[in-house]
């Protein structure tokens, strides 16, 4: 006869509900997640458009503009070294467009929910979420730099300030996919949230001093160019990044707190409507 295998704990007889549950694997659920995510755009070509877009948003912010506003004065060595910062934003925005999609469409799929029914933390895959969109924004920030480059955009600043422009840009990046999710995941529309994510970097993008400095916008409306974030964002980067002629503004704690604290803040907000979003569900 051949014996039996040793049994493990076994619930009482005639009890079928059991204290015995399945201890999650926490991070290799986030890794698998991740990885569900990142390997499908790199199969099918999706991660293309994030090298692309830094690249088409160079050309057609410098081809235009360069001589106009070279010929209105900047105060800079070149254009390339006045608009950097703006391609660096926009990449961060184009990649943020993607994550709000990505959330919206596990919403609205059912995904999240078939989720919450499995032995899996509640954060998990918002965390998987935003592994990829770091991924993708690397790649997105790495096109950027080499776009700007290209037309002449060089670092000034030494060691220490060309970390802290990558630093900054990235992020700001993280910043603006933990909101993007947040729209997304709240929405569970991908239409409804590419198009409301469209809007706004395009509009805060043309008033800001990201393309031409503030005073050559309108007077009623300089206040609004000079303050509003994605002027701090620039501003902060473009400090960072130096210039050859030394015309750009120092870095300063005045001059990078604004920056920082619109950060924070965004990360904080995107934080706390992710968290309760998520574990409301569960």
Same mark, same amino acid.
């Given at each position: 006869?051949?014996?039996l295998p040793?049994a493990?704990?076994?619930?009482?007889?005639g009890n079928?509900?059991?204290?015995l549950r399945a201890?999650p694997?926490?991070l290799?659920?986030?890794?698998?997640l991740?990885v569900?995510?990142?390997?499908?755009?790199?199969?099918?070509?999706?991660?293309?458009?994030?090298?692309?877009? #830094?690249?088409?948003?160079?050309?057609?912010?410098?081809?235009p503009?360069?001589?106009? *506003?070279t010929?209105?004065g900047?105060?800079?060595?070149?254009?390339a070294?006045?608009m950097? #910062?703006?391609?660096?934003?926009?990449?961060?925005?184009?990649?943020?467009?993607s994550?709000?999609?990505?959330a919206?469409t596990?919403?609205?799929?059912?995904l999240?929910?078939?989720?919450d029914?499995?032995? *899996?933390?509640?954060?998990?895959?918002a965390?998987?979420?935003?592994?990829?969109n770091v991924?993708r924004?690397?790649?997105?920030?790495v096109?950027a730099v080499?776009s700007?480059?290209?037309?002449g955009?060089?670092?000034?600043?030494?060691?220490?300030?060309?970390?802290?422009?990558?630093?900054?840009?990235?992020?700001?990046?993280?910043?603006?996919?933990?909101?993007?999710?947040a729209?997304?995941?709240?929405?569970r529309s991908?239409?409804?949230?590419?198009? *409301?994510?469209?809007?706004?970097?395009?509009i805060l993008?043309?008033?800001?001093?990201?393309?031409? #400095?503030?005073h050559q916008?309108?007077h009623?409306?300089?206040?609004?160019?000079?303050n509003?974030?994605?002027?701090?964002?620039?501003?902060?980067?473009?400090?960072?990044?130096?210039d050859r002629?030394g015309?750009s503004?120092?870095?300063?704690?005045?001059?990078?707190?604004?920056p920082?604290?619109?950060?924070?803040?965004?990360?904080?907000v995107?934080l706390?409507?992710?968290?309760?979003?998520?574990?409301?569900?569960?």
């Open positions: 006869m051949t014996a040793a493990g704990p076994v619930a009482p007889a079928w509900l059991t204290d201890t694997a926490t290799a659920q986030w890794w698998v991740t569900r995510l990142i390997v499908p755009a790199i199969v099918t070509g999706e991660i293309v458009t994030a090298i692309l877009a #830094p690249i088409t948003f160079t050309i057609s912010f410098y081809i503009l360069n001589r106009v *506003m010929f209105a900047l105060g800079f060595s070149s254009y070294q006045f950097a #910062p703006i391609v660096i934003l926009q990449a961060a925005a184009f990649t943020a467009v994550a709000a999609f990505r919206a596990d919403a609205v799929s059912g999240d929910r078939r989720f029914a499995m032995p *899996m933390h509640p954060l998990v895959p965390a998987a979420r935003m592994s990829a991924f924004l690397l790649i997105g920030l096109s080499a700007i480059y290209y037309i955009f060089r670092f000034e600043g030494g060691a220490l300030h060309t970390a802290g422009f990558l630093a900054l840009g990235l992020l700001i990046g993280i910043a603006f996919s933990l909101g993007a999710d729209i997304g995941t709240f929405t991908p239409e409804a949230t590419t198009q *409301m994510l469209v809007l706004p970097p395009l993008g043309m008033l800001s001093t990201g393309l031409a #400095p503030a916008f309108p009623w409306v300089q206040f609004f160019v000079r509003q974030p994605v002027s701090q964002f620039a501003e902060g980067l473009r400090a960072l990044g130096g002629l015309k503004a120092p870095v300063t704690w005045s001059l990078m707190t604004p920082l604290l619109w950060i924070a803040a965004i990360v904080a995107s706390f409507f992710i968290a309760r979003q998520n574990l409301k569900r569960s």
